[in-house]
């Protein structure tokens, strides 16, 4: 079974552009989350969607937004790029849709912006 | 809120040493206690997790022991091995939030031969 996929693997960015980021979960999963790893604040939850409807969201301002999509694709967006947001994102799927979760990682996108 | 708490890090031991790693928490109810395992490049993988109190986790020689009354989750392995040279987090996830996880900040460690 093919693992979580991300895409693009990595990508350099003008401060004030937007970003769009894809991720295509393990099939048959139908919960993807999105986290933010810095070297300063660690990993942070970004949002998680399942049945393309979003179901839990951190504390991140609201330039970054998210939607997926009925095969369970998700994308996520940052609009008016900071050079805080120079970080890895990583997204990750689960199986489950209540109770215990066992979340499988994508390999991340890499995002600078300069 | 949830929150977790690791050993600073980083951590250089020799080849065969005895690795601990500590993690504490703070959380409500009846969290789910995970260890993921970052490889330099690559995302996270989970390690091994344990769901309720004084459940064992383990997977590839590494153990933790899900301990509420010390609210503790400490990674162990008796003897490390270069290859175990990663980024290790410790993580909760809580009731009503389960796909939300919450990370401690990591630690690195670096078997040397």
């Known amino acids: 079974k093919a693992g979580v996929t991300q895409t693009p693997r990595y990508l350099i960015k003008t401060r004030g552009q937007q970003v769009t980021l894809s991720c295509s979960p393990i099939?048959?999963?139908?919960?993807v989350s999105w986290y933010q790893q810095t070297p300063g604040q660690g990993l942070q939850f970004l949002f998680e969607?399942?049945?393309?409807?979003?179901?839990n969201k951190g504390n991140f301002p609201g330039r970054f937004s998210g939607r997926q999509f009925s095969n369970s694709r998700s994308e996520m967006n940052v609009s008016t790029l900071e050079l805080g947001d120079s970080a890895l994102y990583l997204c990750?799927?689960?199986?489950?849709?209540?109770?215990?979760?066992?979340?499988?990682f994508g390999p991340g996108t890499r995002l600078t912006v300069t | 809120g949830n929150s977790v708490t690791q050993m600073e890090g980083p951590v250089t031991l020799s080849e065969e040493a005895f690795l601990t790693i500590n993690c504490t928490y703070t959380a409500t109810g009846y969290p789910s206690l995970f260890w993921y395992v970052q490889y330099p490049g690559e995302g996270l993988q989970l390690l091994l997790k344990?769901?309720?109190?004084?459940d064992k986790g383990s997977n590839k020689g590494f153990e933790a022991t899900y301990r509420k009354e010390t609210t503790s989750f400490h990674l162990e392995k008796g003897s490390v091995q270069v290859s175990d040279s990663a980024v290790y987090f410790c993580?909760?996830?809580?009731?009503?939030?389960?796909?939300?996880?919450?990370f401690g900040t990591g630690t690195r460690l670096q078997v040397t031969l």
């Open positions: 344990a769901t309720k109190a004084d």
């Open positions: 099939s048959g999963h139908r919960s």
């Open positions: 990750a799927s689960t199986a489950a849709d209540r109770g215990y979760y066992e979340q499988y």
């Open positions: 969607y399942f049945s393309e409807t979003q179901r």
């Open positions: 993580a909760l996830t809580n009731t009503g939030t389960a796909s939300k996880l919450t």
